[in-house]
């Protein structure tokens, strides 16, 4: 019997089940040892935006992080990284020689996240992508 593909928010949802699968950790509140991914620049994150991934499944979605040159990321207007599990978009502002100064675009969910509008400075090895909105 032949079975069509399953639809993108299916193939989500069976990542998300695999990763919980492959996770060692009680579920407590937020599901420990799994990463938050944004995926819209807001300051008023849909939830509908937002999925939570295994740390196993980020360097599948990120195939190259930490490969970004410089000027990549000056001809992006965003970028991603890594806040302590928190993936989060940050509007670039000066680009130096060792990374980017940038604005935090998105609203944190999780505490210890830096806050909406912030100032961080993100060196290149922990970019994980860019975009240009």
């Not at 001809?75 to 978009?89: I, L, P, Q, R, T």
């Amino acid at each position: 019997m032949e079975t069509s593909r399953p639809s993108q928010g299916t193939l989500e949802h069976e990542q998300v089940i695999r990763c919980l699968r492959n996770a060692k950790r009680t579920i407590a509140g937020i599901i420990p040892g799994l990463w938050m991914e944004q995926r819209n620049v807001s300051n008023m994150e849909p939830s509908s935006n937002i999925r939570y991934t295994c740390s196993e499944c980020i360097k599948e979605m990120y195939p190259r992080a930490g490969s970004f040159t410089p000027d990549e990321v000056r001809a992006a207007s965003h970028v991603k990284a890594n806040f302590d599990g928190e993936h989060m978009w940050l509007e670039v502002g000066k680009v130096t020689d060792q990374g980017v100064n940038g604005t935090v675009a998105n609203e944190p969910e999780r505490s210890g996240s830096p806050p909406y509008d912030a100032e961080v400075f993100i060196v290149f090895s922990k970019i994980e992508d860019v975009g240009k909105f």
